[in-house]
């Protein structure tokens, strides 16, 4: 429930609104031959150049599922200020 609430949901959208997608992408640099599908492109360089062409808009709310499941980003969230 901490991270649904407006003020996390405000963070979250700030957040992404500050993230190189270039810098993003190469977090799964080393994982892409396992990710990649039948119709992406065959080298993560490749797939990057597309991607950066024309970068996917995540709103904030689409980004929570994800959180959930990282122990390291819901720290870091709770990291980013208590209550008054």
Do not use: Q
Request: glycine share 4%; net charge neutral.
């Amino acid at each position: 429930m901490i991270v649904r609430n407006p003020e996390h949901l405000d963070r979250i959208r700030e957040k992404l609104n500050t993230l190189d997608p270039a810098e993003v992408l190469e977090h799964i640099r080393d994982d892409y031959p396992n990710i990649r599908g039948v119709s992406d492109p065959l080298t993560f360089d490749e797939y990057k150049e597309t991607f950066l062409k024309k970068p996917v808009e995540v709103p904030a709310v689409r980004v929570l599922p994800e959180l959930v499941r990282s122990k390291r980003v819901v720290g870091a969230l709770a990291s980013l200020g208590g209550r008054p």
